[in-house]
């Protein structure tokens, strides 16, 4: 059977990810780390057509969602893997990178193993309603709403991403007041994707999520979960205990299969309700952080995505202060990732804008993203 795990001989061959790309695919390997079982529902991540405006040419990356892996679907993720990486290219090779390095190699330090994780207590799933710990979230995300904002019309920021010591990529994205979003890798590139009405809220790969995220800014906590997991395509979302179960197992088998076939061992993971929250407070941890990343200068993105961060158990939040400015530091522990890594974000206290990104992965460099937030006015650019 030929499948994501087939592509990973081919990473060595790629070039850098273009933006957003790599985290995207980091995001997708701790995933799967936290659940081998989920590498098929990552492929919810591969985004369709979106573009990313250079200074010079426009690259587009293409990738599809065909789980029966015909010839031209294998072409198709051939060829993109062999070119310069665009925005959501790469996803489903990085799962099932993940799926490998936790099933063949768990003598990386502090790495997993599939289908071992510690058991998340058997006690009845908390309220997602958010607790004191994590109200400080729901705090912000109700004043950013009202906030109003400096000079100008849109908010440009400029995302550097360093991986270990070396620096992967960095970013320009345009976010309008009237929720526009344009991206380049320089202002130029940014310009570009104006004069071309490249509306990456619009018409780009993380539209969906971005989507949900503003939904969820004016949803009940618990609905706002629903509907960010539902337009990533996660399967066990909203299901009865009984079509959960069934659809837990089908995933579970199938990446026994997937991994066996690639000489690893993987022990399904029996189904609960305690398991399937850990997943889906783990799925929803990668999706609202993608729409983070993606869409930081639009409050509405904000508002949402902390409003359903304060839904995670395992996520903690504490006052902070960042180069002289009061900051909110969230933190998401290896509980979140099935016992393996972090990741850690740091946002303004009064705009909730992200201010750093710093993500742990057994086996991998460090991975940390800054960002630097300035009004503009978009004409002027």
């Given at each position: 059977?030929?499948?994501?795990?087939?592509?990973?001989?081919?990473?060595g061959k790629a070039e850098a990810l273009r933006p957003e790309a790599y985290q995207r695919a980091r995001t997708a390997l701790r995933a799967a780390m936290a659940d081998p079982g989920t590498v098929r529902l990552l492929d919810a991540m591969s985004m369709e057509n979106t573009t990313v405006e250079k200074a010079s040419t426009m690259e587009t990356t293409t990738t599809t969602r065909d789980h029966k892996f015909s010839p031209e679907t294998q072409r198709r993720r051939r060829m993109s893997m062999k070119s310069r990486l665009g925005i959501g290219a790469g996803v489903g090779v990085a799962a099932a990178a993940a799926v490998v390095a936790v099933a063949l190699n768990s003598s990386a330090p502090g790495a997993g193993v599939p289908g071992d994780n510690p058991p998340v207590a058997a006690s009845?799933?908390?309220?997602?309603?958010?607790?004191?710990?994590?109200?400080?979230?729901?705090?912000?995300?109700?004043?950013?709403?009202?906030?109003?904002?400096?000079?100008?019309?849109?908010?440009?920021?400029?995302?550097?991403?360093?991986?270990?010591?070396?620096?992967?990529?960095?970013?320009?994205?345009?976010y309008t007041d009237d929720h526009a979003i344009y991206t380049g890798d320089s202002v130029k590139g940014v310009k570009r994707a104006i004069s071309k009405n490249q509306d990456q809220l619009k018409d780009g790969g993380y539209a969906p999520l971005l989507k949900a995220a503003v939904a969820a800014a004016d949803r009940s906590p618990a609905d706002g979960r629903t509907l960010m997991l539902k337009a990533a395509g996660d399967r066990l979302v909203?299901?009865?205990?009984?079509?959960?179960?069934?659809?837990?197992?089908?995933?579970?088998?199938?990446?026994?299969?997937?991994?066996?076939?690639?000489?690893?061992?993987?022990?399904?993971?029996?189904?609960?309700?305690?398991?399937?929250?850990?997943h889906l407070d783990n799925a929803l941890w990668a999706y609202s952080t993608q729409a983070l990343s993606a869409g930081?200068?639009?409050?509405?993105?904000?508002?949402?995505?902390?409003?359903?961060?304060?839904?995670?158990?395992?996520?903690?939040?504490?006052?902070?202060?960042?180069?002289?400015?009061?900051?909110?530091t969230i933190i998401a522990g290896p509980e979140v990732f099935g016992g393996a890594g972090d990741e850690v974000l740091t946002v303004d206290a009064k705009t909730g804008m992200l201010v750093k990104d710093v993500s742990t992965v057994p086996g991998l460099p460090k991975s940390t993203t800054t960002y630097e937030s300035s009004r503009v006015t978009a004409a002027e650019l």
């Amino acid at each position: 059977m030929t499948d994501e795990l087939d592509l990973i001989g081919e990473l060595g061959k790629a070039e850098a990810l273009r933006p957003e790309a790599y985290q995207r695919a980091r995001t997708a390997l701790r995933a799967a780390m936290a659940d081998p079982g989920t590498v098929r529902l990552l492929d919810a991540m591969s985004m369709e057509n979106t573009t990313v405006e250079k200074a010079s040419t426009m690259e587009t990356t293409t990738t599809t969602r065909d789980h029966k892996f015909s010839p031209e679907t294998q072409r198709r993720r051939r060829m993109s893997m062999k070119s310069r990486l665009g925005i959501g290219a790469g996803v489903g090779v990085a799962a099932a990178a993940a799926v490998v390095a936790v099933a063949l190699n768990s003598s990386a330090p502090g790495a997993g193993v599939p289908g071992d994780n510690p058991p998340v207590a058997a006690s009845a799933p908390a309220a997602v309603d958010g607790s004191a710990e994590r109200a400080p979230l729901m705090t912000l995300a109700g004043s950013i709403k009202t906030a109003t904002p400096p000079a100008g019309d849109g908010w440009l920021v400029k995302a550097t991403q360093v991986h270990g010591k070396k620096t992967m990529q960095v970013i320009y994205t345009l976010y309008t007041d009237d929720h526009a979003i344009y991206t380049g890798d320089s202002v130029k590139g940014v310009k570009r994707a104006i004069s071309k009405n490249q509306d990456q809220l619009k018409d780009g790969g993380y539209a969906p999520l971005l989507k949900a995220a503003v939904a969820a800014a004016d949803r009940s906590p618990a609905d706002g979960r629903t509907l960010m997991l539902k337009a990533a395509g996660d399967r066990l979302v909203g299901l009865d205990s009984a079509a959960q179960k069934t659809e837990w197992d089908k995933q579970q088998a199938a990446a026994q299969v997937i991994v066996k076939q690639k000489g690893g061992n993987f022990k399904p993971k029996p189904y609960s309700p305690q398991a399937v929250k850990a997943h889906l407070d783990n799925a929803l941890w990668a999706y609202s952080t993608q729409a983070l990343s993606a869409g930081d200068g639009n409050t509405e993105v904000r508002a949402g995505v902390l409003r359903l961060l304060s839904t995670i158990d395992a996520v903690s939040v504490k006052d902070s202060t960042t180069n002289g400015t009061a900051t909110l530091t969230i933190i998401a522990g290896p509980e979140v990732f099935g016992g393996a890594g972090d990741e850690v974000l740091t946002v303004d206290a009064k705009t909730g804008m992200l201010v750093k990104d710093v993500s742990t992965v057994p086996g991998l460099p460090k991975s940390t993203t800054t960002y630097e937030s300035s009004r503009v006015t978009a004409a002027e650019l």
